[in-house]
């Protein structure tokens, strides 16, 4: 019989980690494949002081995830095991090679004309331009190489928040790109009233931001979290110095950040708004 959730809260919450573990172990036999029971037992380990164990089973976690296509959780994973396991070599570019050949796989599906569609496929190839791969596949991620991809890893920052809190302020300065991890988020605007408005509730794999990391603007809405939330944070400088040594990067952000802001886009194609990276 499974352990139930608050037999293993209790056991923590009295600081018996060891039974904790053990209990959750237990439980993960019967579901090897559990992600949240995973977490949790790197997480009860790293509170019974385990931290190398806890940080080898991040590993296997990010890798198993970056090959399920997850790669935003398996980057949050891989950051965790980091924080634990500082000397832990190799796992990044594990997770940038699984990374870049599930989306060149993806890349090579998503291309394959059907059965009964090759006359057509042969047709329109010769009239329409090939959608971008960037577009078909995971946003951001996609078009790196493993190597360039390693440095992107690298870059990014995994924060928390707890629900409440504020991750963004509106009319303040903002350099940065977000991606929920886990969790979820709320978007308020000021109204005429002077007070706020939500206009949104964003999940996982939501992007926010992009403005604010293009152009240098101030920020265009209130961020709070609404749950527990997990979140991956890119700022300029490391975009600019990663740029100074790979410019595609570089280039492969700008390009997404303008794709979805179309409309600062084209104003910025027009000479009026000012690009910072």
Known sequence: MFPRSEDVDRLVS??????????????????????????????????????????????????????????????????????????????????????????????????????????????????????????????????????????????????????????????????????IVSGRVRVYVRNSLGGSTQVRNLGPSAFFGEISLLTGRRRTATIVAADTSELLVLDRETVLEIGRRKPRVQEVIRQFCVARTRADAERAAEGRLELVI
């Open 14 to 179: 009295r600081g018996r980690f060891e039974e904790a573990a053990s209990r959750l172990r237990e439980h993960l036999a019967e579901r090897p494949g559990s992600v949240r029971l995973r977490k949790r037992l790197a997480h009860v380990l790293e509170m019974s002081g385990r931290q190398r164990e806890a940080g080898e089973i991040l590993a296997r976690l990010a890798e198993d995830l970056a090959s399920d296509g997850f790669v935003a959780q398996a980057i949050a994973a891989f950051k965790k095991m980091e924080r634990l396991d500082p000397a832990s070599g190799g796992v990044d570019q594990r997770i940038a090679l699984l990374i870049t050949e599930r989306e060149e796989a993806r890349a090579a599906e998503q291309e394959a004309p059907r059965p009964g569609e090759v006359s057509r496929a042969r047709a329109a190839d010769s009239r329409v331009e090939r959608v971008p791969r960037s577009v078909l596949l995971s946003p951001l991620f996609s078009d790196f190489s493993s190597d360039e991809l390693v440095d992107l890893i690298e870059g990014l920052n995994l924060t928390t928040y707890e629900p409440g809190e504020i991750v963004v302020t509106e009319g303040e300065v903002g350099d940065s790109l977000f991606q």
